[in-house]
Structure formats: structure tokens, C-alpha cells
């Protein structure tokens, strides 16, 4: 008689829903720049190359745009959700660093405060959603923030620079 072979299957480690958080964050990043390496070839990028398209990518709970700079002008933001929840995309002007932008007492980003000047944005980006903004932006120092819920609170929000 022939014997019997018993194969068992487990998932590998990295598929397990007991991961530690500070290696799914990794993985969540990771993928994150993966699909903003992505999304920047099909459109062509942005930053100092003198583009004005530039990759921006929302997860949970953070900004990743593809570069910390660009060009004054009109500016396309090709926005990319990545997270699982909604997320807004919105524009400050400001000097100050983003820990010291005005609050509200729940803790979002006071839009009226002082210190800034609120531009807009794109206030619904669904999940695994991308969409476009085109802004025309002057010189100065710029802050993205996600004023959703306690996304603000939960320090998600980049600093952005206009040059010349």
C-alpha cells in the first residue's frame, strides 16, 4: 500500500492578521510609495523637474506627495486615496510649521485662524479612489492637511514649498 502524505498550509507571516502594527504601517507605507511610483509614471511626476503635475497620496493618516516642492503656477495635484477611510485634501498658506497651525477646541484645523490662509481643496476622496485638483500657486510655504474628523489631529498633514 502506498502511504498517505498529509500537506498543511499556513499563511505566511506577512498575510496574518496578528502582525504586529508597526510592520503592517510598514508594509501600509510601503505600499503607499509603490502605488505613488505608480501613479507618477502614468502622469509624468511633479517637483523640481518643472512639471505641474504632481502625485499625492492619501492613506491612513497621512500626506505622501512624490516630491516637497514645484514650481509657482498652476499646479494639478493627481490625488490617490489609498486608505480606508475618506479623506479630504486641502491647501494652506502659512509660515508657521504645521504643530502650530490654529486649532478648534476638537482638535481640527481652525480654516479662519490666524497665521494662515485657507486656499481649499478636495474635500471627499474616497477610498481606493484618485482624483484631480488644479490650483494656481504663488511662492510661499504651503501646508496639505486632511481636516476630516481627528485626521488633523492625528498629524495628517505635510509641509509643500512653491519656488519661483
Not at 502614468?42 to 512639471?51: E, F, L, N, R
Not at 471627499?124 to 482624483?131: A, W
Amino acid at each position: 500500500m502506498g502511504t498517505a502524505v498529509v500537506v498543511r498550509w499556513a499563511p505566511p507571516t506577512w498575510l496574518a492578521s496578528d502582525v504586529p502594527a508597526p510592520i503592517r504601517d510598514l508594509k501600509r507605507r510601503a505600499g503607499v510609495l509603490v502605488a505613488l511610483a505608480l501613479l507618477g509614471a502614468a502622469c509624468g511626476g511633479g517637483g523640481s523637474s518643472g512639471s505641474k503635475t504632481l502625485a499625492v497620496g492619501l492613506s491612513d493618516y497621512e500626506i505622501t506627495p512624490r516630491a516637497i516642492d514645484a514650481k509657482a503656477g498652476s499646479i494639478t495635484f493627481e490625488l490617490s486615496n489609498v486608505g480606508t477611510v475618506h479623506h479630504e485634501f486641502a491647501v494652506v498658506r502659512t509660515d508657521l510649521a504645521p504643530e502650530q497651525l490654529p486649532v478648534t477646541a476638537d482638535g481640527k484645523l481652525d480654516e479662519k485662524g490666524g497665521g494662515l490662509t485657507y486656499l481649499g481643496g478636495n474635500e471627499n476622496v474616497p477610498p481606493g479612489q484618485q482624483v484631480t485638483l488644479t490650483m494656481a500657486l504663488t511662492p510661499g510655504a504651503y501646508v496639505f492637511v486632511c481636516n476630516i474628523d481627528d485626521h488633523f489631529k492625528r498629524k495628517m498633514y505635510t509641509r509643500f514649498y512653491i519656488t519661483p
